[in-house]
């Protein structure tokens, strides 16, 4: 039996609690956080802080990239510390000796059900010795299990901000620009839905296409004319870096 010690009550470690209660081989035998979530604490031990009095195998930080110092440094333990920041390197759980990083490539929110068995968990250890148990906890919930260094996973982060982030927000603008013309948004779920399948399926750079591939000028400032100053700098932005990326 590994035993657990989770610290942090946000989306990942709620999801993470969800998880850890179906699987046989996990414990969750620490739930450390400031703010009790009291729909799942009923079920799992809880605490203000760390346990020393309490065996663990892992303790993982699922809080924000700027609070993991100062946690990592508030309590002692010979487990295996890690954390689960995409952007963050292990030197951030100094001073624990047995450190690692535990980073599930997802966007999580709280009421979201989600299936962890297609979900990449991207690890990394600072002593060989403690990656086959590290691996092991990825494989109790992932098929996708990948060991990543500090830089590639880094890569990678970015480019998920990129598919997930920067996405997100240009089809909340696409939204708002609907919104502003009395349009349903749905009219744009197919060509929306299109998109993404062709980039998932074919080189997303091969299928570009729009008014900005083939430099129209004419189209583009007709957009520009029913945008804000804000959106506009982020069209043109958008628009520029398309042509230089098509027009070599």
Request: glycine share 4%.
């Amino acid at each position: 039996m590994m035993r657990i010690a989770l610290f942090g009550t946000g989306n990942l470690a709620t999801h993470f609690i969800k998880a850890f209660k179906g699987l046989k081989a996990i414990s969750c035998v620490q739930w450390i956080g400031r703010k009790k979530n009291l729909a799942l604490a009923n079920t799992t031990p809880y605490f203000n802080r760390f346990q020393n009095d309490i065996e663990v195998d892992i303790c993982i930080l699922a809080i924000s990239d700027d609070h993991i110092s100062e946690v990592a440094q508030s309590f002692t333990t010979n487990a295996l510390v890690v954390h689960t920041a995409g952007a963050q390197s292990i030197d951030a759980l100094a001073p624990h000796k047995r450190s690692g990083v535990f980073y599930p490539l997802q966007s999580f929110s709280q009421n979201q059900k989600l299936s962890w068995e297609n979900i990449p968990i991207c690890f990394e250890t600072k002593y060989s010795t403690d990656l086959d148990m590290l691996e092991n906890l990825a494989r109790q919930l992932s098929n996708e299990v990948h060991y990543m260094t500090t830089k590639q996973r880094l890569h990678l982060h970015t480019a998920a901000v990129f598919a997930n982030n920067f996405c997100n927000h240009l089809l909340g603008i696409s939204q708002k620009i609907t919104s502003n013309a009395a349009l349903p948004h749905t009219l744009l779920h197919p060509i929306i839905k299109e998109t993404l399948s062709r980039s998932l399926d074919l080189d997303a750079a091969k299928n570009q296409t729009g008014p900005a591939k083939r430099n129209d000028i004419k189209t583009q400032s007709k957009h520009i004319d029913i945008l804000t100053a804000e959106e506009t700098a982020l069209y043109r932005a958008l628009s520029q870096s398309i042509y230089k990326t098509h027009n070599k």
